[in-house]
C-alpha cells in the first residue's frame, strides 16, 4: 500500500522558515509529478506547488518567489523549503501526486505568528 508521511512543520514567526519534507512508499513516486498542498483554516485544500519528474516547478501566485519544491527521486522524498513565511500560510501542508490520487497522508501543521 501507497503511503505518505509529511514532517517539518511548526511554529514560526511571520518571515521565518521552515522545511517541509515528504517520504513516499511504492513505486508510483517515480512515475509521476508531486505536489504540495495547503488547506487553511476554512478553506478547501489547494495545490501550492508542483514538481516534474524532470524538476520543473510551478507555484501558484500566493507563494511564488518564496517557496521552492524539490524531489529526490531516488530517496522517494518530495521538500518544500519555505522562506519568508506569512500568516497567511498558516494551515496544514500535505504531498500528494499531481493530480492528486494516493490516499491523504496525516499531513504537518504550520502556524505562522504575526
Known amino acids: 500500500q501507497v503511503e505518505l508521511v509529511e514532517s517539518g512543520g511548526g511554529l514560526v514567526q511571520a518571515g521565518g522558515s521552515l522545511s517541509l519534507s515528504c517520504a513516499a512508499s511504492g513505486s508510483i513516486f517515480s512515475l509521476t509529478a508531486m505536489g504540495w498542498y495547503r488547506q487553511a483554516p476554512g478553506k478547501q485544500r489547494e495545490l501550492v506547488a508542483s514538481i516534474t519528474l524532470s524538476g520543473r516547478t510551478n507555484y501558484a501566485d500566493s507563494i511564488k518567489g518564496r517557496f521552492t519544491i524539490s524531489r529526490d527521486n531516488n530517496k522517494n522524498t518530495v521538500n518544500l523549503q519555505m522562506d519568508s513565511l506569512k500568516p497567511e500560510d498558516t494551515g496544514v501542508y500535505y504531498c500528494?501526486?499531481?493530480?492528486?490520487?494516493?490516499?491523504w497522508g496525516q499531513g504537518t501543521q504550520v502556524a505562522v505568528s504575526s
Open positions: 500528494n501526486t499531481n493530480p492528486s490520487v494516493m490516499n
